[in-house]
């Protein structure tokens, strides 16, 4: 199984700056990665797939690099509603299985 | 507008069973694998199962081989799973989730999700 690791699981940021979240894959998948943005009581939203599409609808402050084992989700400056937990997702062996990250939740510094 | 809605979750007691639907609209269903994903509370994502489009096809993970049975109604526009032998640790909310991969397989990612429905294991 794929093992997808995100870092930090924390990360706090002043609104207006920039953020980066990194994904890190046990093995390669490729450009086959996905990102969304999940608010408390909310389901998870797409933001990018194959690790740099924007999503429909998704501001251009958010972008998606990396290929292989290594990924970074940017956002070029934090928003108020951009305060949210961010999972990374490899789709590289589907079917049958991709599998998460555990999260990135990033905070009001 | 593309619009999923979960039912058909509660409390059950551990080796019992559920079936949870998910009603979709906005969208020909029968174009698009489906999959369900769930969340444990205060917990990360975790893949469920997937169907294709067709509904020939089918996909589990590990955790849950054996014991759900995932189905579509395309006539209906509903997609299902069947949970049995439930498990503290299924615990969750369940998420349905369309694919937007054109190939009857999809891609294995997910654009549009439902609102969740809360499945509760206790005694």
């Given amino acids: 199984e794929i093992v997808m690791t995100q870092s930090p699981a924390t990360l706090s940021v002043s609104p207006g700056e920039r953020a980066t979240l990194s994904c890190r894959a046990s093995q390669s998948v490729s450009s086959n990665l996905a990102w969304y943005q999940q608010k408390p009581g909310q389901a998870p939203r797409l933001l990018i797939y194959g690790a740099s599409t924007r999503a429909t609808g998704i501001p251009a402050r958010f972008s998606g690099s990396g290929s292989g084992t290594e990924f970074t989700l940017t956002i070029s400056s934090l928003q108020s509603e951009d305060f949210a937990v961010y999972y990374c997702q490899q789709y590289n062996n589907w079917p049958p299985a991709g599998t998460f990250g555990g999260g990135t939740k990033v905070e009001i510094k | ?123």
Avoid at chain 2, 14 to 30: D, E, V
Avoid at chain 2, 38 to 51: C, D, F, N, T, W
Wanted: glycine letters at 14%; hydrophobic letters at 35%.
């Fill in chain 2, 1 to 123: 507008e593309v619009q999923l809605v979960e039912s058909g979750g509660g409390l059950v007691q551990p080796g019992g069973s559920l079936r949870l639907s998910c009603a979709a609209s906005g969208f020909t269903f029968s174009s698009y694998a489906m999959h369900w994903v769930r969340q444990a509370p205060g917990k990360g994502l975790e893949y469920v199962s997937a169907i294709s489009s067709n509904g020939g096809s089918t996909y589990y993970a590990n955790s849950v081989k054996g014991r759900f049975t995932i189905s579509r109604d395309n006539s209906k526009n509903t997609l299902y799973l069947q949970m049995g032998s439930l498990r503290a640790e299924d615990m969750a909310v369940y998420y349905c989730a369309r694919d937007p991969g054109i190939a009857v397989a999809g891609r294995g990612y997910f654009d549009y999700w439902g609102q969740g429905t809360l499945v509760t294991v206790s005694s």
